[in-house]
Every structure is written in structure tokens, then in C-alpha cells.
């Protein structure tokens, strides 16, 4: 069955510092990846996505992601984090075919400590 | 403009009532959801419509009924509330097929006391 799996539920960085939140996905085809964030109170928004291609994709707010097969994994990155990235983040993969659905991790709450 | 707007955003309201939430989009997608966010942040999707027909309903009890009336609208009517029945409830939309993104409203917030 499809999963998604973001191993830490809590990560605190300080401000400036780099980034990376783990993801690791099973699917039997070749998967549709999205990296989503939810601020406090509000919906979600996409970050990024990965469908084919280059495996290491950029996104909105210097986020980038990198596909590896070998690992199963997608994980989300960036250089130097900013207070305002304080929220939740949550990786998914695009299943179902014509039932077409996201499954979701269990997210990430990212803190930026000043 | 709001590309997924729902309605209202916080819903409180007793158990037994009935109660429902709208949705609507502007982006002219052919494929609508319900996905629900538990206290533990966890996210689920409960159903999806592609031009107002049913596609997936992912064992929601059936006191839960969504209702297309066109493909930019769908709305989420409960029964019978459940006090676990309160979470967060995310309306989203998507063109047709694996490869295209979701977009989601703000949510509504769901108490049942």
C-alpha cells in the first residue's frame, strides 16, 4: 500500500542555519512527489512538486527537494532558514491513478529558534 | 480573488446538529476533495468528485454527504455531529490526473461540544 513517511515530527533550527526535512514514500509506480506547508491557521501551500526529470527540484521560498529512487526518499531543503519558516510541513505522493488522491505524511512542525 | 474558498472558517456546534460546509473554486479544475486534518495534524482524504461525480469515498461513515451541484463547487454536509467529528476540514481541487497539484482552501474548524 502507498505511504508516506516524514520520520521527525518536531525539528528546531536556528535562524540562518540549513534545513532538511526527510521524507520517504512507498509506491509501486513511478511516483508523483509534493512538498506542502501549513502555517499556523491556514490552509496549505505547495512548495514544490516532483513528476519526472531532474531529480532535484526548486520550489518557492528557496526551498528545494531531491528525488532518489535508490532511498525512496524526498527530502526538502534549504540553505539558510528564515523565522517566517516557522509552520508545518507535510510531503506527499500523488496515487490512484483515475482515483486520483494525495496521501500525506504525518508532517514535520518545523520551529526557527532566533 | 481566492483561488479554493470555504465556508465558514470555524463551526462550532453541538452534537446531534446537523451542519454543512461549502466550497467553491475558480480555477476551472475538473476534480474536487475533502480532506480532514485530525487534532494530531494528520491528514486524510474523505472524498473526491470529478465533474460532480463521486470518484472516491474513503470509508467515511455516511452521516458525512458530499454534494456537487456543478464541478466548482462542492459542499460537505454532516449529520448527526459526533464530538469526533471536530477537526479541521480542507476542501481542494486539481485538473484531471496524477500530475497536477492540489490547491485548498483555509479550512474550517470544526468543534463539536
Known amino acids: 500500500a502507498q505511504s508516506v513517511t516524514q520520520p521527525d515530527i518536531h525539528i528546531t533550527v536556528s535562524e540562518g542555519a540549513s534545513l532538511e526535512l526527510r521524507c520517504n514514500y512507498s509506491y509501486g509506480a513511478t511516483p508523483y512527489l509534493f512538498w506542502y506547508v501549513q502555517s499556523p491557521g491556514q490552509g496549505l501551500q505547495l512548495l514544490l512538486k516532483?513528476?519526472?526529470?531532474?531529480?532535484l527540484v526548486q520550489g518557492i521560498k528557496g526551498f528545494e527537494a531531491e528525488f532518489k529512487r535508490s532511498q525512496s526518499s524526498f527530502n526538502l531543503r534549504k540553505p539558510s532558514v528564515h523565522w517566517s519558516d516557522a509552520a508545518e510541513y507535510f510531503c506527499?505522493?500523488?496515487?490512484?491513478?483515475?482515483?486520483?488522491?494525495?496521501?500525506f505524511g504525518s508532517g514535520t512542525r518545523l520551529l526557527v529558534r532566533p | 480573488d481566492t483561488a479554493v474558498s470555504q465556508t465558514p472558517k470555524y463551526l462550532v456546534t453541538q452534537m446531534g446538529n446537523d451542519k454543512s460546509i461549502k466550497c467553491e473554486q475558480n480555477l476551472g479544475h475538473d476534480t474536487m476533495y475533502w480532506y480532514k486534518q485530525d487534532s494530531k495534524k494528520f491528514l486524510k482524504i474523505m472524498f473526491s468528485y470529478n465533474n460532480k461525480e463521486l470518484i472516491i469515498n474513503e470509508t467515511v461513515p455516511n452521516r458525512f454527504s458530499p454534494k456537487s451541484p456543478d464541478k466548482a463547487h462542492l459542499n460537505l454536509h454532516i449529520n448527526s455531529l459526533e464530538l469526533g467529528d471536530s477537526a479541521v476540514y480542507f476542501c481542494?481541487?486539481?485538473?484531471?490526473?496524477?500530475?497536477?497539484?492540489?490547491?485548498f482552501g483555509q479550512g474550517t474548524r470544526l468543534t463539536v461540544v
Open positions: 516532483y513528476f519526472s526529470g531532474d531529480t
Open positions: 506527499a505522493v500523488g496515487a490512484g491513478g483515475s482515483s486520483y488522491k494525495l496521501i
Open positions: 481542494a481541487s486539481s485538473l484531471q490526473g496524477p500530475d497536477t497539484e492540489a490547491f
